[in-house]
C-alpha cells in the first residue's frame, strides 16, 4: 500500500503528530512521495507507539500510594486541610459555578520520570526590594516605559521565549517532564483553537457563535479575553505572525484584531461583562508583549508599549494590586494576570516603573494571611484560599524570590499537599499550581507532574466531530469554572498548562541552561522607546 492511498485524515493526523514533535511544517505532497518500504515502516512504527501507549494506561488502576509531600511542622502555621470548603470568592470569574463540583480521579504518578539535582546560579528574575511604606500615588504615560528595568535583560531579547520552537522545545520537553503524547495534546488543542477563529481574525468563549458542533456555553462574555487566551497557548507552541507555519495568518489576524480595537490609551478590553475587564486586558498585554518579545516586530512596540502602560496607570495606588477596574483595591486573581503582562513585558525588552514593582511587592504582602507570608487570600484580610496561594507565590517568584526562600518552600509544598488531598477538577487552579512547582523543581513537581500531565491528556477530546483536540468543561466531571469561561477557556488552559516545560525558559536558571540566553548584559542595554514623529 502507497502512502498516497491512504485516506486524507489519516496523512492529516501523521503530518500533526510528526509536527509536534519535530516542531516544523510537513507538506502532504512530500508524504505522498515516500517509497512503499517507507509507508510500510511508518505504518509499523505507529503501531507500536499506540500499542505502547495502550499498555501503558492499561497499567494505571492502582492510586499512587508513594503521592505524599512533606508538611512544615505542625503549628507552626495555619492548617490548610480545610482550604478546599475556603472563600469560595477567592476564584476567577466569581459570577457562576457548582458548589460541590464531581471529583477528578488524577490516576497514578508515573515511575520513570526523574529529574537530577543540579547546580543553582543566580536568580533569572530580580526585581525591585521590598520596600518599607506602600507606593505613592504617580501619573503615568506610555513614555514612562522606559522608566526602570524589571530584571536583567538577555543580550538577544527573544532568548527568554527560545524554548518554544525547534530543537529546544524539543529539548525541554524531554529534560523538564513531557512527553510525546503531552505534545500531541499541544498539537491537537491548538488545531481545535484556530478552527473556531471568528471571519475578522477574534475569537469569543462561547464557540456557540462560531460552531453549533461544540456544547458547553460560557456565561462571561470578553472577546477581548478569549481572543487572548486563544492566542497565548499558539505563541506559547512557537507560532508567530512574521514565520511561515500552518497557524501563522490565525496568529496574524488575532494579533491586527487587537491592535485595531486598541483604545489610544493603550486599553484592550472590548465590551464584555464587567468582571472581566483588566483579566482580559493583562490577558492581550501579554500577548502582545510576547508577540513583539518574539518577532521583534516594529509595528508591535507601541501597542505593546501603550498596553503596559495601561496596566501602570490601571493600579490601585494605594494597595499597589488589580481588580476588575482601574484603581479598585485588588485581588490576587486578577493581580496575578497582570504581573504575568509585567514579566511577559520586560522579557520582550519594555521597562516597568520601579513604584509599580513596589506596589506589587505592597498588594503580595498585604494578601498575605500569615506573618511568614506563606499562605495568601482572595483578597487582604480574606481566608485562605489554596487557588490564590499558589498565583501569589507565582507572583512572588516573579518577583525575585529564590527558591531556597523558605516561605516559598513551605507554601508550595502546602500547595502540593492540597493538590494531593483535593478531588476537585479545577483548571484554573492546576494552570499556577503547575507553574509554581515546575519552577521549584523539587519532588512535589516529581510527583505532581506526571500527575497533571496525564489527567489532561486522558480528558481530551477526541472524536471525529468538531470538539475533537479540546477540553470538556463538564467532560470527565464538571470543571469547578467551566460553566464561566467555557471550552475556549478549558482548552488554552489545559494547553498552556501542558506548555509549562518550554513556554519560558526556567525561571530559576541552572548551569547547563545559562547558555541558551546568555548572563544579563549591562543595566540600560533594553531598547528605548520609539520617539512620536
Known amino acids: 500500500m502507497k502512502l498516497r492511498e491512504l485516506p486524507q485524515g489519516l496523512l492529516d493526523r501523521i503530518a500533526r503528530v510528526s509536527v509536534a514533535w519535530e516542531g516544523r511544517d510537513i507538506d502532504r505532497r512530500t508524504l505522498r512521495s515516500v517509497p512503499s518500504w517507507g509507508v510500510s515502516l511508518l505504518l509499523h512504527a505507529l503501531a507500536l507507539l499506540i500499542l505502547a501507549f495502550l499498555i501503558r494506561i492499561g497499567g494505571r488502576g492502582e492510586p499512587d500510594r508513594a503521592f505524599t509531600a512533606e508538611l512544615p511542622p505542625p503549628g507552626e502555621i495555619a492548617d490548610v486541610t480545610s482550604l478546599a470548603e475556603a472563600d469560595r470568592s477567592g476564584d476567577p470569574f466569581t459570577d457562576v459555578d457548582d458548589p460541590n463540583p464531581p471529583s477528578l480521579s488524577l490516576g497514578p504518578a508515573d515511575p520513570e520520570m ?6 543553582e546560579v543566580p536568580n533569572l528574575v530580580a526585581f525591585a526590594p521590598e520596600p518599607a511604606g506602600p507606593a505613592p500615588r504617580r501619573d503615568v504615560t506610555p513614555s514612562m516605559m522606559g522608566a526602570a528595568p524589571l530584571m536583567g535583560l538577555a543580550a538577544n531579547v527573544q532568548a527568554p521565549f527560545s524554548g518554544r520552537t525547534g530543537i529546544g522545545r524539543a529539548d ?4 523538564e517532564g513531557g512527553t510525546v503524547h503531552s505534545e500531541k495534546a499541544v498539537e491537537d488543542g491548538l488545531e481545535w483553537i484556530v478552527r473556531h477563529q471568528k471571519a475578522d481574525g477574534s475569537w469569543v468563549l462561547d464557540v456557540r457563535d462560531v460552531c453549533q458542533s461544540c456544547p458547553a456555553q460560557a456565561t462571561i462574555v470578553s472577546q477581548t479575553g ?3 487566551l486563544a492566542l497565548l497557548p499558539l505563541l506559547g507552541a512557537g507560532y508567530i505572525h512574521t514565520v511561515k507555519s500552518r497557524h501563522q495568518a490565525a496568529v496574524r489576524r488575532g494579533i491586527e484584531w487587537l491592535v485595531e480595537n486598541q483604545q489610544p490609551n493603550g486599553d484592550l478590553h472590548v465590551g464584555g461583562t464587567g468582571t472581566s475587564y483588566l483579566y482580559s486586558h493583562a490577558i492581550a498585554a501579554m500577548v502582545l508583549c510576547e508577540a513583539y518579545g518574539v518577532s521583534r516586530d516594529p509595528a508591535l512596540r507601541q501597542p505593546a ?21 482601574p484603581g479598585q483595591a485588588g485581588d490576587t486573581s486578577v493581580f496575578g494576570w497582570n504581573i504575568f503582562a509585567l514579566r511577559s ?5 519594555l521597562s516597568i516603573p520601579k513604584q509599580t514593582l513596589r506596589g506589587c511587592t505592597d498588594y503580595l504582602n498585604s494578601a498575605a494571611t500569615d506573618g511568614k507570608k506563606v499562605l495568601y487570600a482572595y483578597q487582604p484580610n480574606h481566608a485562605v484560599s489554596p487557588v490564590m496561594t499558589a498565583e501569589a507565590l507565582v507572583g512572588r517568584q516573579i518577583m525575585g524570590w529564590p527558591r531556597e526562600h523558605p516561605s516559598l518552600i513551605k507554601g508550595a509544598g502546602r500547595v502540593a499537599a492540597h493538590l494531593e488531598r483535593s478531588e476537585d477538577r479545577n483548571i484554573y487552579y492546576w494552570y499556577y499550581a503547575t ?3 515546575h519552577n521549584m523543581r523539587n519532588k512535589d513537581w516529581e510527583r505532581w507532574n506526571p500527575h497533571v ?7 481530551q477530546v477526541h472524536d471525529d466531530g468538531c470538539p475533537d483536540g479540546s477540553w470538556d468543561p463538564a467532560f470527565p466531571s464538571q470543571d469547578r469554572w467551566g460553566m464561566s469561561g467555557g471550552r475556549l477557556f478549558q482548552t488554552s488552559l489545559s494547553i498552556l498548562t ?15 541552561e545559562e547558555g541558551l540566553d546568555g548572563p544579563p548584559p549591562p543595566r540600560g542595554a533594553e531598547p528605548k522607546p520609539e520617539k512620536k514623529a
Open 226 to 228: 478569549a481572543t487572548g
Open 453 to 459: 500531565r496525564e489527567a489532561l491528556i486522558r480528558a
Open 305 to 325: 508599549a501603550r498596553a503596559v502602560a495601561f496596566i501602570v496607570e490601571a493600579q490601585d495606588p494605594a494597595g499597589g494590586g488589580w481588580r476588575y477596574r
Open 498 to 512: 501542558l506548555e509549562v516545560y518550554y513556554r519560558y525558559l526556567p525561571l530559576y536558571r541552572t548551569a547547563d
Open 114 to 119: 526523574k529529574f537530577a539535582n543540579q547546580p
Open 435 to 437: 507553574q509554581l512547582l
Open 345 to 349: 513585558a520586560n522579557l520582550a525588552g
Open 172 to 175: 525541554l520537553v524531554r529534560r
